[in-house]
Every structure is written in structure tokens, then in C-alpha cells.
Antibody
Framework: QVQLQESGPGLVKPSETLSLTCNVS????????WSWIRQPPGKGLEWIGY???????????NYNPSLKSRVNMSLDTSKNQFSLKVGSVTVADTAIYYC????????????WGQGTLVTVSS | QSALTQPASVSGSPGQSVTISCTGT?????????VSWYQQHPGKAPKFVIH???QRPSGISDRFSGSTSGTTASLTISGLQSEDEAEYFC????????????FGTGTKVTV
């Protein structure tokens, strides 16, 4: 069965770039769409964007319009992993970041990674 | 794009039923029968329990059921058990020209 695991720095300074990677095991990254979703402490969920293997080197992505100007996603089929970068971060970007498999057509997210807390602070 | 509206909390006694509403708009819940529901225990990742409004995946108890009417989706948990105490989120597909996916505000279920 597919399993996902996020990794990356837990602390990022304001105005810098947040970088996370999601490692996929138990299935090929080329077979599905993959999303990033975040949850500020004690708050609700926010979809950040998804990426899929379109045949191009870094994949093809679509982003939440509210974050589009600061977000970039890519995937590495040779490592079976995909990545998230969020630029010019502020304290409002402090959240638990989850990666998840996205089931197209039925449009739901399953499974999810365990999540990783990223704190933006100087 | 506003989050889908859910009640902050609902509660019930063991064995009872509770229903959580998820109100959206004609651009999301009202346009697509593509609402999913997630259960989240404290400190854990969300777990998918319902897709396409009312479809329950294998391994999820038949005590969980979903429905949609107009711009409001609902999740009903029958025969409440202590392990059902958790936060529940709805999520709707919103089309590729808007926000793609919008989540609900979340509902804390207390047993």
C-alpha cells in the first residue's frame, strides 16, 4: 500500500523559502496526482496545490490561487518523491504541512503523510 | 474563496447519532457531487471516511454515512462510539477555474 513521509526543516526565517519533500513508497509516483495541504496550529485545512507526472522533467502542477505567486512544486520520478517550495514566508505560513495522494475523478485525498510542523520565526 | 461552513462542535451520547453539516456555494458543493469527509484525531493526520458525497471506502464502518442536498453536504455518525470523538472536515472540489479544492472549517465531535 502507498505510504507517504514528509521531510524538511522545522524552522524557517521570515522572508526565506520553505522547502519540503515527500517520499512515496509502495507505489509509483507516476501513477497518481499528489497534493500538499497545510494546517495552521489549531485551525482548519488549506489545499496548497497538486502535481503529476506529465512527462516533463519536473511534472505539471496547479496551485491554490491565493498562494500561487509564492509556491512551486516539482517531482523526481527517479527518487519517487515530490517537493514543495513556498517563498517569502511569514508567520502566517506556520503550519503542519501534509503531503497526500490525490485520487482524480472522485477527487479525494488518501492516504496522507504524518505531517511535519514548519515554524516561521526569526 | 471562503472555507465551507461547518458547526464548531456537536455532541452525543454513546449509541446515539450525530449529523455534521457542511455548507458551501453553487460554485463548489452545489456544482459537483465531489464532497469528501475526513476524521482527524488529535496529533494525527486526517483519515478519509467518505468520498463523492456518500461513498464509503472499504474498511470504514457503515456507521458513517454521507449525503448532499443543494449546497449542503452532511455526514452522519450513527451508533456513536468513544473512538468517534475527533475533528471532522469536509472538502469539496471547486473546479479548475476557481480554487480546485476547498475545505470546511471543521467540527469537533464529542462523545
Amino acid at each position: 500500500q502507498v505510504q507517504l513521509q514528509e521531510s524538511g526543516p522545522g524552522l524557517v526565517k521570515p522572508s526565506e523559502t520553505l522547502s519540503l519533500t515527500c517520499n512515496v513508497s509502495g507505489g509509483s509516483i507516476s501513477s497518481y496526482y499528489w497534493s500538499w495541504i497545510r494546517q495552521p496550529p489549531g485551525k482548519g485545512l488549506e489545499w496548497i496545490g497538486y502535481i503529476f507526472d506529465s512527462g516533463s522533467p519536473s511534472g505539471r502542477a496547479n496551485y491554490n490561487p491565493s498562494l500561487k505567486s509564492r509556491v512551486n512544486m516539482s517531482l523526481d520520478t527517479s527518487k519517487n518523491q515530490f517537493s514543495l517550495k513556498v517563498g517569502s514566508v511569514t508567520v502566517a505560513d506556520t503550519a503542519i504541512y501534509y503531503c497526500a495522494r490525490q485520487v482524480g475523478g472522485a477527487e479525494y485525498f488518501d492516504p496522507w503523510g504524518q505531517g511535519t510542523l514548519v515554524t516561521v520565526s526569526s | 474563496q471562503s472555507a465551507l461552513t461547518q458547526p464548531a462542535s456537536v455532541s452525543g451520547s454513546p449509541g446515539q447519532s450525530v449529523t455534521i453539516s457542511c455548507t458551501g456555494t453553487s460554485s463548489d458543493v452545489g456544482s459537483y457531487n465531489l464532497v469528501s469527509w475526513y476524521q482527524q484525531h488529535p496529533g494525527k493526520a486526517p483519515k478519509f471516511v467518505i468520498h463523492e458525497g456518500s461513498q464509503r471506502p472499504s474498511g470504514i464502518s457503515d456507521r458513517f454515512s454521507g449525503s448532499t442536498s443543494g449546497t449542503t453536504a452532511s455526514l452522519t455518525i450513527s451508533g456513536l462510539q468513544s473512538e468517534d470523538e475527533a475533528e471532522y472536515f469536509c472538502c469539496s472540489y471547486a473546479g479548475t477555474s476557481i480554487f480546485f479544492y476547498v475545505f470546511g472549517t471543521g467540527t469537533k465531535v464529542t462523545v
